[in-house]
């Protein structure tokens, strides 16, 4: 069974857990049977993943009880008013057709969040009172027991052992093989404890052989505060603001020497290049089938541009990149080197996923690295220290093995230890 088949217990839903206990304990501690129930929800609708939904949600939610706590206490006095409406066929109607009122307003209001909670108080009020209890009192009941609940999930939700924050340390991490499922995913897991750290103020960033625009598509929901070393080294790339803040590209000649060997070897060729801070992918003839599906498969992205390769002279090019089978990828190496150019540029041979028996190379400047990017950025930051995390053995400071969201603990571990670990 892979690691996302079955889900991990998260740390919401031990403070839903919480957060339903304390609701139970204070309901038993204040003898209010009916407290348990309400309370209890209110808390679970409040437990959110980021402390800023929290507030956001707490706000909603107390706008949505008092929206409740009013048409719940109009209905009761227009019950009393007809002593014979209660609990009739036409008294279920007015509850029913009075929810659309109390929905309405809470999406007016922009509190839609808190319309489902809005609803839930309203009918606390309306179907459960008892006739002998004055309507102000049972409404004041059902919307403090309401309140104490999303009093208790805010502060379950704000509770946070007591950590050392290393803020003064650059975190890296890959992404393939670190970060991304086998399916090229970034689990719901990892994306929230990732975007909680960083909204506390870790200093994290990634380094990947992924263009920006596969970045995008697979960690955009990443609350990125930091440049990205993307390209294998050959860029750096801000993606909050779409700007290459710096890049190292190839000699035109060397370019021009590696396109010439890849078509004497009837391998095709996408130059990329990056003008004006946009990606520019050049194209030429595809030699076979899994050239074509692979531009056939990208070239719909809105942030790839795809143009004809006789416009590419003018474009400062970043890296070469070709798909085939592997003992031509490797034919093509060899012809490389015999050419001499590996003494100028850097090539990179990685097996195609998802194309069994073909394998990308790709050619970058000698210069060009992660690391070097890295420095780069780290002076820029004015940081001292970073930690890379990776799955390739000798290739960064932490290695990370058993499951996607294993490089989120470790990280967790590194970025906040609890004040007993060793520093």
Known sequence: MTDHAVPHIGM???????????????????????????????????????AEDTKRMAIQRTVGTAIGSV????????EMSFQDFRGTLAGYVLVAVMIVPVLWISVALKSANAAALSGIVFLSITVTHVTDASPWIFAWYRASETMAGIAVGIAVNAFQLPRRKRRDVLFVSGLDGVLLTGEDVLTPNSRIRLNRMIDDGMRFTLATMRAPASVRETAGDLRFRLPVVVMDGAALYDMANKRY??????????????????RERRVHCFLNGVLDDNLMIYYGEFYNDVERESFEK??????????????????????LAGIERTERVEELYRALEAEGLLERVRARIDLAAGFPGYSYIRIYDRASSRQAMLERLKADLGIGKSVLLTSREGCGDVMVHGG???????LERLYEPYPWQRK
């Open 245 to 262: 803040l710096y890049t190292c590209p190839l000699p035109t000649d060397a370019v021009l020497r590696c396109e010439a060997v890849f």
């Open 404 to 410: 996607v969201n294993e490089a989120v603990k470790r």
């Open 12 to 50: 919401r839903m031990v403070k839903s857990a919480a957060a339903v206990l304390i609701c139970l304990l204070i309901s038993m501690l204040v003898d209010r049977e009916d407290m348990r129930i309400y309370s209890s929800i209110a808390a679970l609708l409040c437990i959110q993943p980021y």
């Open 71 to 78: 048409f719940g206490i109009a209905v009761l006095l227009l």
């Open 298 to 319: 990208l070239r719909t992205s809105p942030y790839r541009n795809y143009v004809n390769r006789i416009y590419f002279r003018d474009c400062p090019i970043l890296y």
